[in-house]
């Protein structure tokens, strides 16, 4: 899966996501869109095209990024079976403020925890973007 966007300076975010999971974006004031997939994974489909989407950033904006080892990270518990979105939703509105170095530790912490020391069956990558403040 490929998620692939061009910033411009006034804040305009034009995205193309080939079947990634959604890019979670915080607004400043903890307003949440999910950037979903524009379309399926590359190479899946012959002859397929990808729109672009556009959408903008309000200063201080929070951008995240992840790749499904942390939405799919796994519980030892037999109660839930993965970390899920919402906890990455929720983890980063509720830090949307924060440096990003601590949102990154934070949230590679949160599924630790959450793992419990299960190992991971998956990648866990993270691309933080913050649209500064005018």
């Not at 006034?10 to 400043?28: K, T």
């Not at 980063?92 to 991971?120: N, W």
Request: hydrophobic fraction near 45%; glycine fraction near 10%; avoid cysteine.
């Amino acid at each position: 899966t490929v998620f692939l966007g061009l910033l411009h300076g006034d804040g305009a975010l034009e995205y193309v996501s080939a079947g990634h999971n959604p890019v979670v974006l915080v607004q400043p004031d903890g307003t949440v869109d999910l950037l979903r997939a524009s379309g399926p994974p590359l190479g899946l489909l012959a002859d397929v095209r990808f729109g672009s989407v556009e959408i903008t950033l309000q200063p201080g904006a929070l951008l995240v990024a992840d790749t499904d080892g942390f939405s799919e990270a796994p519980t030892p518990s037999e109660e839930e079976d993965e970390f899920g979105l919402g906890r990455i939703v929720d983890l980063a509105v509720s830090q949307r403020h924060h440096p990003l170095e601590a949102i990154i530790d934070e949230l590679f912490a949160a599924v630790d925890r959450f793992t419990a020391g299960t190992p991971a069956h998956d990648d866990r990558s993270l691309l933080l973007l913050r649209r500064l403040p005018v």
